[in-house]
Structure formats: structure tokens, C-alpha cells
């Protein structure tokens, strides 16, 4: 069996490449929604979720070019149009949320999705001692737990 530019095998790479597009694309649409609850809160939780909302799409925008060079590092190519991400993620656009208990309640459907596919990712990455990837969805994982914490005790 050959090994890539990395000296991981080709076969297991293209695998692992997979799962790292579609959470691009789930990462691209949480990106998006992330971004229109930011424009559209509204209420009395306005200033608060305003920001934190801001904080989601900009650490969403690091996160999808993060991954778009981990495929690239393995040596294959990143989705980049919206039919593509639309076809393979599973976040739904969040349209017309201007209230705060919809808009984190879509924020933590969005994190549920990203969160089950980084542990796929972490079995795959950690089965072929890909610690670039292995590293990489630890740290997001670590990060979101904390996140779904928040946010929920935003809810109670």
C-alpha cells in the first residue's frame, strides 16, 4: 500500500478526506446560520447574543479553512461551492430565527451534528495515527463541549 505526501496510506486518507468534506460542509452552514442569527436577533437578549453569535460565525470562519488545509494537507480537495455543502451536510439552514430560545436551540442542533462527525473523524484519524487530525478534532470537541454547556444553561 502506497503512502501520501505525509506518509499516511493513500486508501485511508481518500476515507478520512471524505469526512473531513462533509463536516466542511456541515461547518459552512453552521458558518452561515451562526451569521444570521448574529444579523437578525432581536429582543431582550439582543446585546448579549448579538456578540455571541459574532464569536460563533468568526471562530466557524477559522474553523472552515482549517479543515479546507487539513484536506488539502492529505492531499485532496476541499468542497467549496454551496451546492456541494448543501448536498452533503446535515445542519439545515436556520431561516427566519430572530428570537433567543430558537436561535441557541438551533446553535445546539448545529453543535450536536458537528460534534457526532468530529468523534467519527477522531476514530478514523486515531485508528491510522493521523495525529493532525487527531489534534485537530480533540481540540474542536474539548471547545464545543464547553460551548453545549453554555448555551444550555443559556435555556434553563
Known amino acids: 500500500m502506497s503512502n501520501n505526501q505525509i506518509g499516511l496510506p493513500i486508501n485511508e486518507a481518500s476515507k478520512l478526506a ?3 468534506n462533509i463536516l ?3 461547518y459552512q452552514l453552521f458558518y452561515a446560520n451562526s451569521r444570521a442569527l448574529h444579523w437578525n436577533i ?4 439582543f446585546f448579549e447574543l448579538h456578540v ?3 464569536e460563533l460565525y468568526m471562530d466557524s470562519f477559522q474553523k472552515v479553512d482549517e479543515i ?6 492529505l492531499g485532496y480537495t476541499p468542497l467549496h461551492t454551496f451546492t456541494d455543502y448543501l448536498k452533503e451536510a446535515k445542519i439545515a439552514e436556520a431561516a427566519n430565527i430572530s428570537e433567543a ?3 441557541v436551540e ?3 442542533s448545529g453543535y450536536k451534528t458537528l460534534l457526532e462527525l468530529e468523534r467519527e473523524i ?3 484519524s486515531g485508528e491510522m495515527n493521523d495525529e493532525g487530525t487527531n489534534a485537530l478534532m480533540s481540540d474542536y470537541i474539548r471547545e464545543q463541549e464547553k460551548s453545549v454547556w453554555m448555551y444550555s444553561a443559556f435555556l434553563k
Request: hydrophobic share 45%.
Open 42 to 45: 432581536k429582543g431582550e437578549k
Open 68 to 73: 479546507a488545509e487539513r484536506i488539502l494537507t
Open 18 to 20: 471524505d469526512k473531513l
Open 106 to 108: 438551533a446553535v445546539l
Open 24 to 26: 466542511l460542509a456541515n
Open 122 to 124: 477522531l476514530d478514523l
Open 52 to 54: 455571541k453569535f459574532e
Open 101 to 103: 430560545r430558537p436561535a
